[in-house]
């Protein structure tokens, strides 16, 4: 179902929440020697580029940029340098990194996955879903892509058909944080807070979360009005300076909490007399 009028403001929200807290599914999982074989001239990164501060991460695009440079058909840093770059915020570079790395890698699926990804941080939303479709398997369908496409759909305006992919996903990882997240953010979405903390209280619950499952539960705890509640959860496990930039933003979305109340009873309304009709 397409979003009301009052679309500009939800996708405000949604965009300030992918720019710090991350929805995972589009957040750039690292390539690492976990997922390949590596020479010695691939830059290793220390941990997930999603948990970088930005003094790490400026480092890191230096170092990997190079590496870049020198070999830019290699998937794997390619890949991690394209992550890197729109985890800070340089989207439309990463894309045309991407773009370079799938002409020389045309059937790597981790390279399709990450154009997919590039391409719908960068606003082509059809388009990373095509690319991402390209990248699935159907006898090995990667519940990573299926919520890939759910978190793309959602940016679409199609919570329905997102809410779907999230519990395919889930059909075949059950319990994972981060489908989890996802579909709790969907409902955040569309302001539906009580269902969206549901979900992601389930995923913050699980042994595998990360901080960043938490940090969409304190947004969603937030826009309730039990602030001090969100802040301690957007400060668990997290540096002094992390934890100030998610305080400071969790401030800056709640200081338009009564417009996100409003917006969420005008949504209420609207759904009550259509379905009347």
């Not at 001239?41 to 003094?55: F, G, T």
């Not at 919520?147 to 889930?170: F, H, N, T, V, W």
Request: proline share 5%; net charge positive; charged share 20%.
């Amino acid at each position: 179902m397409p979003f009301s009028a009052s679309t500009p403001y939800k996708k405000r929200v949604f965009q300030g929440t992918v720019a710090l807290l991350a929805m995972l599914a589009l957040g750039g999982c690292s390539t690492t020697s976990k997922d390949r074989m590596t020479t010695g001239s691939i830059p290793k990164l220390d941990r997930p580029v999603e948990q970088m501060d930005a003094n790490e991460l400026r480092a890191a695009i230096d170092r990997v940029g190079r590496a870049y440079e020198k070999n830019p058909r290699d998937p794997v840093n390619g890949v991690n340098y394209a992550n890197l770059l729109r985890m800070n915020g340089r989207d439309a570079q990463a894309l045309a990194v991407m773009q370079q790395v799938a002409i020389a890698n045309p059937s790597d699926r981790n390279v399709l996955a990450a154009y997919g990804k590039a391409q719908a941080a960068a606003g082509q939303l059809q388009q990373a879903l095509d690319t991402i479709g390209r990248a699935q398997t159907p006898d090995r369908p990667d519940w990573r892509l299926i919520s890939a496409e759910g978190a793309i759909l959602d940016q679409m305006g199609k919570p329905s058909d997102a809410r779907q992919r999230y519990r395919d996903a889930l059909d075949i990882q059950p319990n994972e944080p981060s489908i989890l997240s996802n579909l709790g953010m969907s409902y955040l979405l569309t302001g539906d807070l009580r269902t969206a903390e549901t979900y992601l209280r389930s995923a913050a619950g699980q042994p595998s979360a990360d901080s960043r499952v938490r940090q969409n539960l304190a947004l969603a705890v937030g826009l309730q009005g039990r602030f001090p509640e969100a802040e301690q959860i957007a400060r668990r496990e997290l540096s002094p300076q992390q934890a100030d930039a998610n305080v400071a933003y969790l401030r800056g979305m709640l200081s338009q909490q009564n417009s996100w109340q409003k917006l969420a009873a005008k949504d209420t309304t609207s759904s009550a007399a259509a379905s009347t009709n």
